[in-house]
C-alpha cells in the first residue's frame, strides 16, 4: 500500500514523442492520448521505464541495489514489487501559437479540477476560486498578460474575448504564481513568462488545440545505392510540442521483500531487511532524480527531453512548519 505522494513536474524542452503504435488514421504514428478525453498523455509504464533508465545511468553502479528496491528487478520480476508507483502524466500547460507574445500556456477547467485533486491527494494543498471558463473566451491567469490586443487575444488562426482575470490561489499565491515558482528558476525569462500568459479556455476550446495544434512531422527513408527516397518509408509523427508541461505523482510504499528477506524474517523475527515506512524510499526518488531525462521515441535526433521537478509539501511560513 502507498503511503506518500508527490507530484512531478515534466517539463517538454524538445517535442515528445510518447507512441501509441500504428493508427488507421491520418497520422501513421499518434502520440499517447486518454480514451475520454483524447488530451495527450504518456502512459504509467513508459515514464517508469524512462525514470529507471536515467536512475541506472546516474546511480546504478553505486546504488544498484536501492534501484531494484525501487522499481522492482529486471530479471526475475516475480521475486518481489517495486516500492515506487506512478500515476500516468497528465497534460497541464500546452502551448499555443499567439499573435502577440509569441505563444501561451493554455488550461481549461476540467485539467484544473484534476490537478488541484491531484495537489490535495499528494501534498494536502489545493486551488482556491472559481474555476471557469465559457467558449470563445480567454481567461488570463494574470493581470499583467502580453497576450492581449484590447480586448482580445488571437491564439493560430482564433480571435478570443479577453476575459476579466480569474482570481485562483494556492494557498497564498495566485496560481499562475505558484506555477512559475515550481516550474521554473525565480527571475528567469521562463519564469516571468509564466506568471502572465497563462490563460483559462474552456474545456471545448482546449480539446481542439490539444487535438489539432500538436507537431505532425513527415520522415522519409534514403535509400544508400541509390540517393533517392525508398519506395514505401514516407510516414508521419506526431509529437507534443517543446514547452508543453505534464505532471504525474509518484507514489511510494515500504520496500517489498523478496524470498531470502521472507526466509530471514521467518527465522529470527529481530532481523528484517525491510524498511517500514516509504520515506527512504522517497527520499531515494527525490535525491537521485536527474534534472533531465529522456522519454519516447527518437532520442538519437534530440527527441523526449523532459526536464524534471518534484513538488514537495506546503510549509507555511505563519507556522514555521
Not at 521505464?49 to 516475480?78: M, S, Y
Not at 493560430?156 to 482570481?167: C, G, L, P, R, S
Not at 474545456?203 to 540517393?227: A, M
Not at 517500514?276 to 521515441?297: H, N, R, S, T, Y
Amino acid at each position: 500500500m502507498f503511503q506518500l505522494a508527490r507530484p512531478l513536474f515534466l517539463t517538454c524542452e524538445t517535442p515528445l514523442h510518447a507512441g501509441s503504435g500504428d493508427s488507421l488514421g491520418i497520422v501513421d504514428l499518434p502520440i499517447q492520448r486518454e480514451r475520454h478525453t483524447s488530451f495527450p498523455k504518456i502512459e504509467a509504464s513508459s515514464l517508469k521505464g524512462a525514470l529507471r533508465e536515467a536512475f541506472e545511468e546516474k546511480v546504478g553502479k553505486t546504488q544498484k541495489n536501492d534501484i531494484i528496491k525501487a522499481f522492482g528487478p529486471e530479471e526475475n520480476g516475480d521475486e518481489h514489487a517495486g516500492a515506487l508507483g506512478f500515476t500516468d502524466a497528465r497534460l497541464l500547460l500546452f502551448p499555443v501559437k499567439s499573435m502577440k507574445g509569441v505563444f501561451a500556456w493554455i488550461i481549461c477547467p476540467k485539467v484544473l479540477r484534476q490537478f488541484s485533486e491531484a495537489l490535495k491527494l499528494s501534498v494536502e494543498i489545493e486551488i482556491n476560486g472559481i474555476i471557469s471558463a465559457s467558449d470563445n473566451q480567454a481567461v488570463p491567469l494574470s493581470d499583467e498578460t502580453n497576450l492581449a490586443f484590447g480586448k482580445h487575444i488571437v491564439l493560430e488562426e482564433y480571435t478570443f474575448n479577453k476575459a476579466i482575470k480569474v482570481d485562483l490561489k494556492i494557498g497564498s499565491k495566485s496560481l499562475a504564481d505558484w506555477l512559475a515558482d515550481n516550474l521554473f528558476v525565480s527571475g528567469s525569462f521562463w519564469h516571468e513568462k509564466a506568471k502572465k500568459d497563462i490563460l483559462l479556455l474552456s474545456d471545448n476550446d482546449f480539446k481542439d488545440f490539444v487535438n489539432l495544434s500538436t507537431e505532425v512531422i513527415t520522415r522519409i527513408k534514403i535509400d544508400n545505392e541509390t540517393g533517392t527516397v525508398q519506395s514505401g518509408a514516407l510516414f508521419t509523427e506526431e509529437y507534443l510540442p517543446a514547452e508543453c508541461v505534464l505532471y504525474s505523482l509518484v507514489l511510494a510504499s515500504p520496500e517489498f521483500l523478496n524470498s531470502a528477506d521472507i526466509k530471514v524474517k521467518i527465522e529470527n523475527s529481530d532481523k528484517t531487511k525491510r524498511h517500514e515506512k516509504a520515506d527512504p524510499i522517497m527520499k531515494f526518488f527525490i535525491d537521485g532524480l536527474p534534472p533531465v531525462v529522456q522519454l519516447g521515441g527518437n532520442a538519437t535526433l534530440g527527441k523526449g527531453l523532459l526536464r524534471t521537478k518534484i513538488v514537495l509539501p506546503y510549509k507555511n511560513p505563519e507556522n514555521n512548519g
